[in-house]
């Protein structure tokens, strides 16, 4: 840990296989917001919350920018450089809030003990495979052997959430829009909450509606200045992020990610500082859980998620979904384990099985493909085999069944 004038940095030792830039883009989340990844330094850059605690608590949201590399002259070991969002200046943070970044850190790039097993015994089996079928692809020989993930649980659910019915550019929109909007939600006055009639009787409204925070006009008018200004780079954005859609998606192995980085630096790059300094964190429960559905489904093009998100958030700050719980199950992983998780996750509202799968995954299960048309179209282009919504699962299995417990790491 060091500190210099405009720059807290904090060390995090490593195991000696692991390299920073094939963990990070190994799967499509890296790409939404608030991550940005810088192809040509070879760093990973977000906004992350203080405290890990913000689930169903009243801790306030504050957040830090910031940016972890894995450098050269010390590759067994990242570097963590922490900024105050607002000013750029080094924070003065407590050991509490360094320990709950660097949590953050370790469950993005999965570097628990659990983890580093998973990468063993998946690396393990992918060499017998390969001895015994007489060859072994580059991507193989290349992959980590870790999937990329958001630092919170709720984030990875509502970004899962976002992958459903939609193509990938709208899935980078609708995730980009949601940090736009933590990012005016933090930035507003606590006078913008006034004023919002609630269409319900207030006779009918519950303890918990009656305090909804309502975006009355101030708030609408700052976001349609930021539309405005940002017309032009969002429709540059999603040109190039169509670009990027055959190559990359959550659930499809990117065999060629020197053409994805090469797109991805292009959005990079297209970003004009004031559309870079709108970008917030992932809201937080809490954040969203006061919002409007109307609002926000028309603020961040949601459709219909906008209804689903709000359950889900407003679940865990009542307390009736219990993340922590849910994560902390994992540690055992077991085929009952794994049983129980998804019959909890089907029980909240949205989660069916191609999301419900994908959440999984990022918990840490990786013996169910999620399955949707990019399966089916992958498995016709890559294995030559021809299948439907209802049979790809089966499909998927005979030809990734081999690699158990770990078929989603060969995908």
């Known amino acids: 840990m060091g500190m210099e004038e405009s720059v807290l940095k904090l060390k995090l030792p490593l195991a000696e296989t692991f390299n920073l830039e094939t963990a990070v883009c190994s799967h499509g989340l890296f790409m939404m917001s608030p991550n940005r990844w810088d192809p040509l330094s070879r760093s990973l850059s977000r ?11 009243d801790i306030p949201s504050v957040s830090v920018d910031v940016t972890i590399c894995q450098p050269q002259q010390d590759p067994h070991s990242l570097r963590i450089e922490v900024r105050n969002s607002a000013s750029g200046s080094a924070p003065s943070l407590s050991q509490e809030q360094q320990d709950a970044l660097l949590a953050q850190v370790k469950r993005m790039l999965r570097l628990s003990e659990a983890d580093e097993r998973n990468v063993r015994d998946f690396k393990r089996i992918a060499s017998q495979v390969a001895q015994e079928e007489g060859e072994e692809t580059q991507y193989m020989k290349d992959f980590s052997g870790r999937v990329f993930r958001s630092p919170t649980l709720f984030e990875d659910m509502v970004k899962c959430m976002l992958l459903c019915n939609c193509q990938w550019p709208r899935t980078l929109s609708m995730a980009r829009a949601l940090c736009e909007l933590q990012w005016e939600l933090q930035h507003c006055s606590p006078s913008i909450s006034d004023g919002f009639i609630p269409q319900t009787p207030a006779g009918k409204e519950s303890k918990r509606r009656q305090k909804v925070l309502k975006v009355a006009s101030k708030l609408t008018s700052r976001i349609a200045e930021s539309k405005a200004s940002s017309e032009d780079y969002m429709n540059l954005k999603l040109d190039c992020a169509g670009v990027l859609e055959e190559n990359v998606r959550p659930s499809f192995p990117q065999n060629d990610i020197e053409s994805d980085l090469h797109g991805l630096n292009e959005l990079s790059t297209t970003d004009p500082p004031s559309a870079r300094d709108r970008i917030g964190n992932f809201p937080s429960p809490r954040e969203l859980a006061n919002l409007d559905e109307s609002f926000l489904a028309k603020r961040c093009n949601l459709g219909y998620r906008a209804g689903r998100i709000l359950k889900l958030a407003r679940g865990i700050v009542d307390g009736q979904i219990q993340l922590r719980e849910l994560e902390d199950m994992c540690n055992e992983a077991s085929l009952t384990t794994y049983d129980k998780l998804a019959e909890q996750l089907s029980q ?34 890559v294995h030559a085999r021809n299948c439907t919504s209802k049979t790809v699962q089966i499909i998927a299995e005979s030809i990734y069944g081999k690699y158990a417990p770990f078929q989603f790491l060969a995908y």
């Open 47 to 57: 906004p992350l919350h203080l405290s890990n605690s913000l689930d169903n608590t």
């Open 348 to 381: 909240i509202n949205g989660f069916g099985p191609f999301t419900r799968n994908n959440v999984l995954v990022c918990i840490g299960f990786y013996h169910v493909i999620p399955t949707d048309s990019e399966t089916i179209r992958h498995l016709k282009q």
